[in-house]
């Protein structure tokens, strides 16, 4: 018992998903999804765990 109304939900949320238009942006897509250019700063690490790690971990190449 109990089950009706998050069964409800779900077809409500998979007809929505089905029936609905969307503006899709491939190019964002496509840019995310093959790790394009992002607007991420990089943080500056201390030095000395870069020197404890540099052995573990290969170093950033652009």
């Given at each position: 018992?109990?089950?009706?109304?998050?069964?409800?939900?779900?077809?409500?949320?998979?007809?929505?998903?089905?029936?609905?238009?969307?503006?899709?942006?491939?190019?964002?897509?496509a840019?995310?999804?093959?790790?394009?250019?992002?607007?991420?700063?990089?943080?500056?690490?201390?030095?000395?765990?870069?020197?404890?790690?540099?052995?573990?971990?290969?170093?950033?190449?652009?």
């Amino acid at each position: 018992m109990g089950r009706g109304r998050a069964k409800a939900k779900q077809t409500k949320v998979a007809r929505d998903l089905k029936y609905r238009t969307h503006e899709t942006d491939f190019g964002k897509l496509a840019q995310e999804l093959h790790g394009g250019e992002t607007d991420h700063q990089e943080t500056e690490v201390d030095p000395e765990i870069l020197e404890k790690w540099a052995d573990v971990v290969e170093p950033h190449r652009d």
